[in-house]
């Protein structure tokens, strides 16, 4: 055995296209570079071009549950326009095949998911009816609308119905079948699993399905998504499997851990131990290879009193480091290496949810505010007091904004919004074809409202309480070209200009490489063809 290679990656691949060009150097150092300086110059910019490219197109993981069981909800063109022009979503999952859904995100480029009810999947067991459930939920919109999954159920076995489970697989066959014969070869079919698949799960490598099931009914489905190719869905929440001791494992804080002695294998969060215990017990009935999307998972930011674990802290927390995980692509420890397709529950709060906690699992409010940002706005709001680059630092007591209380009823935010415009502050952004007029909603346009007077009247905590319905926040509410008023930004603006001038000075920096590079890939592409 050779000596190991100690070269750092970037340099390897450096010298490895180097290599790869050799046959070529002397041809293209005649013809296009007047010095081996300016050749060596012109490969590191190359270098660019494929080191920078690849961060800025690669696949996103993180979807979102995308729930309806609510009755204030914005219309489904209005949602799907807003994933596109203000999140990072690429994905979506619905729990039906809702044709209003699914004519809305015709032409986005974010795949959906769509589900087919529990009580349906008997009939679709039949090779008739699942052709013609494709042929009214499928053909009509596929591809203008991209539909990448179609889950059969939710959590089928979680119901013990016999019916059900047994008509499970045929019908996952049937809809598979359906969807050959209509030439459709891009949409996979599957259905998600609870975790009380399991019978055991910790640590990670006792993960095994129950007795009974796992030859009987999980051996047979394995086998179908590995002849398919396509993937085994689960919804992990740990919120459902912490105790107060391992809340922060829950969460992905620091903690100790839990050591698996038959793995040699450490885990620092729930949600890893939880995917790896699902894997071994696939791998125990021999298809250890079969891929797995997470199909729902989150963490409630409001409950009954009391309701241990449940605060928007701990949903903060929960989602915004899932986030950060799942597109690291470390992986799980039985798993590494890997970026699993991961949806998010839910979209929105839905409040004809049956329980407090259920009514709060949601990303944004139904009028698009966030409850809270996990890393997927386009433009985040700031978070916290923020110092100006180069300048003096505000102080925490001067970087504040008020907006409503997530409580606070549209009635009570409309004499808000007619109380200032009235005052004599300039509500003109909110009026149409102002700045900040869309989304057109009473909270959106009494957030600007309330905090215009707020900043114009003193920025005293009594300028933002509005009869009990306003709250201060260290969170600017800015979005897009909607600009919510503070006072001391004009502080910093030389400072922050300058900032932006060398931020882009580097985008042109590195623009030009890009465009020197594809220049070059395209000389050396003739010049291969010459040869």
């Keep these: 055995m050779g000596p190991t290679s100690t070269s750092p990656p970037l340099f390897s691949f450096f010298s490895l296209f180097r290599k790869k060009l050799k046959p070529l150097h002397s041809v293209i150092s005649l013809f296009l570079f007047p010095s081996p300086m300016a050749y060596s110059l012109f490969l590191s910019l190359l270098l660019l071009f494929f080191f920078f490219i690849p961060l800025s197109s690669a696949a996103y993981s993180i979807g979102v549950n995308y729930g309806t069981v609510a009755n204030n909800l914005p219309p489904p063109t209005q949602v799907a326009a807003f994933l596109k022009s203000r999140t990072s979503i690429d994905r979506v999952k619905i729990f039906d095949a809702n044709p209003d859904i699914l004519r809305a995100f015709a032409g986005t480029g974010i795949a959906l998911t769509v589900s087919i009810a529990n009580g349906d999947i008997p009939a679709l067991a039949k090779l008739p009816a699942a052709q013609s459930w494709v042929a009214n939920n499928i053909l009509p919109f596929h591809p203008t609308t991209l539909i990448n999954h179609i889950a059969v159920g939710n959590e089928i076995l979680a119901t013990s119905d016999k019916n059900l489970i047994a008509h499970l697989l045929p019908a996952m066959k049937a809809i598979h079948s359906a969807l050959k014969l209509a030439n459709i070869s891009d949409v996979k079919v599957s259905t998600p699993h609870s975790l009380g698949i399991l019978s055991a799960s910790e640590p990670p490598s006792t993960g095994r399905f129950r007795r009974g099931y796992d030859r009987a009914i999980f051996a047979p489905i394995l086998d179908f998504h590995n002849q398919t190719k396509t993937p085994f869905m689960v919804n992990p929440y740990p919120f459902f499997g912490f105790r107060p001791a391992t809340l922060d494992y829950a969460l992905f804080k620091p903690n100790a851990g839990v050591f698996d002695n038959a793995t040699g294998k450490h885990y620092t969060n729930m949600f890893d131990a939880q995917l790896d215990a699902v894997h071994s017990a696939m791998k125990k009935v021999g298809f250890g290879d079969v891929d797995i999307v997470v199909a729902e998972t989150g963490w409630p930011s409001a409950g009954d009193p009391n309701q241990p674990g449940v605060s928007m802290e701990n949903a903060i927390s929960y989602n915004r480091n899932l986030v950060k995980h799942v597109n690291s692509g470390k992986g799980t420890p039985l798993m590494p290496n890997r970026t699993f397709e991961t949806y998010i529950f839910s979209l929105f709060n839905e409040n004809l949810k049956p329980t407090t906690s259920e009514r709060n699992y949601g990303l944004f409010q139904p009028d698009f505010t966030p409850v809270y940002d996990v890393g997927i706005l386009r433009n985040p709001p700031t978070m916290g007091p923020t110092s100006p680059v180069g300048g003096p630092k505000p102080s925490d007591e001067g970087r504040r904004w008020c907006v409503p209380k997530t409580d ?97 000075s580097m985008v042109g920096a590195v623009a030009v490489a890009v465009a020197v590079a594809r220049a070059f890939i395209a000389v050396v592409a003739g010049g291969v063809l010459l040869i």
């Design 408 to 504: 606070a009823s549209d009635e009570a935010l409309q004499k808000n919004i007619d109380y200032v415009c009235s005052s004599g502050v300039d509500c003109g952004p909110i009026q149409e074809g102002g700045a900040c007029y869309d989304p057109n909603t009473v909270r959106s346009h009494a957030s600007y409202a309330m905090n215009a007077y707020f900043q114009t009247a003193g920025r005293h905590d009594f300028n933002c309480d509005f009869n009990h319905t306003a709250i201060l926040t260290f969170t600017d509410p800015s979005y897009e070209a909607c600009s919510y008023p503070f006072d001391e930004e004009k502080l910093a603006e030389k400072s922050v200009a300058s900032a932006a001038t060398i931020r882009c």
